[in-house]
């Protein structure tokens, strides 16, 4: 069965600092997509980054960045100059048929 | 672009009472329909899907259904609603290629 690991329940990082949220996938798939969505407090989903397995190089969206080790099923997200607004619940996931897997989730804290 | 809404944004109801959700897309056609319920301070739980008008798959069997009537509408109904039943509800919608998925806003739905 497809799963997704989140090991850091929570996490807190100081602003304009860097911070990187571990995930790890299971899947026997050979093509896929994985994600990190955010969940501020108004509990929207919202898509923070996607990358697709075929693809070596890291996706990049501003200031989040993923780093993606297909062979160790890794698929982390490093914020970098974290601001206040990136307080939230982050979900990794992946893929399956028409569906997502979610991680369970990693609530991050930004310290002023 | 493409939008999705939900309504209502919240909705308080007695034990026993119906219940329906109301999901909307707008800019795409035959999009994948999911609804998601979420505890609070939990992950997301996968309610049910659809991947065309009158078709759906239930992944968790309880006392709520769901119904697509049109292309870009998804309804999530109960006859009777349980207090076990509040929460938090989310639809989302998929172009169905990549396996993205877009989240409304969601429900929040407490049962007295």
């Known amino acids: 069965a497809q799963t997704v690991t989140q090991s850091q329940p929570e996490m807190s990082v100081q602003e304009a600092e860097t911070v990187t949220l571990s995930c790890t996938y299971d899947t026997s798939e050979s093509d896929y997509y994985l994600f990190w969505y955010k969940q501020p407090p108004s509990r929207q989903m919202i898509l923070v980054i996607r990358?697709?397995?075929?693809?070596?190089q890291n996706a990049t969206e501003n200031r989040f960045s993923v780093n993606f080790q297909k062979a160790a099923k890794s698929f982390s997200l490093k914020i970098s100059d974290s601001q206040l607004g990136d307080a939230a619940m982050y979900f990794c996931a992946a893929n399956r048929d028409d569906k997502i897997i979610f991680g369970k989730g990693t609530r991050l804290h930004i310290l002023p | 672009s493409q939008t999705i809404h939900q309504w209502p944004a919240t909705l308080v109801q007695p034990v026993g009472s119906p219940l329906s959700l109301e999901c909307t897309v707008e800019?795409?056609?035959?999009?994948?329909l999911y609804w998601y319920r979420q505890a609070a301070g939990r992950g997301l739980q996968l309610l049910f899907y659809?991947?065309?008008?009158?078709?759906i798959s239930s992944e968790v069997p309880q006392n709520l259904s769901a119904s697509r009537p049109q292309d870009r509408q998804f309804i999530l109904s109960s006859k009777k609603l349980l207090l076990s039943d509040s929460g938090f509800y989310l639809c989302?919608?998929?172009?169905?290629?990549?396996?993205?998925?877009?989240f409304g806003p969601g429900t929040r739905l407490l049962v007295l």
């Open positions: 990358q697709e397995a075929y693809k070596q």
């Open positions: 659809s991947v065309g008008i009158g078709q």
């Open positions: 989302a919608w998929s172009p169905g290629i990549t396996g993205t998925q877009y």
């Open positions: 800019g795409t056609s035959n999009p994948n």
